[in-house]
């Protein structure tokens, strides 16, 4: 193919390539620069041509490292990620070329939109920060009941049950935890031993847990369970840990309230030969179209009063799971700025 045809055949290749592309001479004046090139880097569309590029260009960090491939000898090839003020990020490849006897005539450099992959990036950053948040909570608190027994405390064989029953529901909550996020990266959970337990003595003791939390928050906790109702078949921790994960967001939502009733009440009855746990509760609400999400794995709700609260976005992805494994279902009915009221349903 003869060199003039298959110049501009690069030049339009160039032209219509939807990454940056611009190339300088050895005093860095503008050579050529693709449409793209000359929107990202802020040049006067095909007017920039012969201008020194540190005097045209609006992306100090990139002419600044650009341009050094010609000052400087020796370097040829540089990669940079270049974070403009609008938070778009880029991969720029910057070469430096060289003639037939070796001599440097100039540079091109390629810039690559990486904005999604930066957007990846910092999710992940923050989903870690929140996990080791999450993580640390129960850490702390089973290494200080640890310390404390060790000190002493295991003498007194009430207090001893008493911390002993913390530490196992904290791991029991790391444990969770890691199974939730086992789930999520696609490993598959170990399937539950099923034995008939009674929902009235678990609701009893996730509301014993959690009954410090209500007094500090200055909320009413209730709890009508009647021993009689029938069993159902499950795990007796695993079915305490989702009736935990319900009422701890209840008391947290409720705890946000400024003023009107604090009010939280765990409620079990039969209905249509099933058995319904309901958690009823004067929070802040969920708004509508969040009310199907909020099962979803990570999903938090980030605007609005429940957006103050950290958290991982698991707890009701955990107990959704727990429940659907004893054949069940979680379902919530909610109104912003009244309350929310989620209702367990399980085959006796
Ligand atoms: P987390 O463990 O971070 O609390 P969840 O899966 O338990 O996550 O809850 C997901 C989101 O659902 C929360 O971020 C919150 O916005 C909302 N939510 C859950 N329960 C309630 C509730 N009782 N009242 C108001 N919002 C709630």
Redesign the pocket.
Known sequence: MPRQVLGKLVEQLVEHLDEACVGIDKEGRVQFANPAASALLGLRPGGARGEKIWDVSSVPDFTRAFSRLVKESGVTRREQVIVLPDQRAFLAQMFAVRGPEGRLSGAVAVLRDMTSLNKIEQDMTSFVSRMSQELKKPLTSVKGYVETLLEGAYTDPAICRRFLQVINDETNRMARLLVGLLDASGAAPAPMEKKPISVAAVMRGAADRLSPFALQKNIQLDVHADDRLPPVMGDEAQLGQAIT?LLD??LK?TGLVEDGPRRVTMRAEMANGRLLVKIE?T????PPDEQAK?FERF???THGP?AVLG???????IATDIVRAMDGTIDVA?APGRG?T?TVNLPV
Do not use: E, K, Q
Request: a neutral charge.
């Open positions: 994960n967001n209840a939502f509760d929070g802040v609400g969920i909020v999903y938090r709700v429940a958290g991982t976005g698991l707890g009701l992805s909610s929310s989620f």
